[in-house]
């Protein structure tokens, strides 16, 4: 007998109220790692591809989600891609309210699964899904390996 079947009123469950810290901290990997060198160090955006079947991936991936084979090819993105999906946002992370609203999206690159969701560098009247973007990366030495130096993608 399963634990749902032994227990079918929900105020038998024992509860204690309060509150449980809980900090996680999350590494970027072996890809991450090597994707944000990479940016950092020469500014370039990289993908994998799986040398089995051709699926190439961004952000990268070390296992194809398609045949399961272990990726060790890097190949570099195009700077130029589409907008997949646009929002405006008018709150920070912070919960505090912004400025002026930004213009966020999914950015999709030719031939690569996967995206990055980040910054676009248009008024937020003209983010729409099938823009054109490119990136735009923070001048070489101000760079320090994170998502954030790429300052956004601008038409």
Not at 41 to 65: A, I, N, Y
Not at 69 to 93: F, M, N, Q, S, Y
Not at 100 to 108: M, N, S
Request: aromatic letters at 10%; one cysteine or more.
């Amino acid at each position: 007998m399963t634990f749902t079947e032994r227990t079918t009123d929900a105020r038998s469950f024992r509860h204690w109220p309060g509150n449980v810290e809980a900090d996680y901290i999350y590494t970027s990997g072996i890809a991450g790692e090597r994707f944000f060198r990479e940016l950092r160090d020469h500014g370039r955006l990289m993908g994998t591809r799986c040398s089995e079947c051709g699926t190439q991936w961004v952000p990268p991936k070390l296992f194809c989600e398609e045949c399961f084979k272990e990726v060790h090819d890097w190949v570099e993105l195009p700077r130029e891609g589409t907008v997949g999906a646009a929002c405006i946002v008018g709150v920070a992370l912070d919960g505090s309210r912004l400025s002026a609203p930004e213009a966020w999206g999914l950015v999709r690159f030719a031939g690569f699964r996967g995206g990055f969701v980040h910054r676009l560098l248009v008024t937020p009247d003209r983010a729409r899904a099938g823009l054109r973007v490119r990136a735009v990366l923070k001048p070489e030495g101000t760079r320090t390996g994170a998502i954030t130096d790429i300052r956004g993608f601008s038409p």
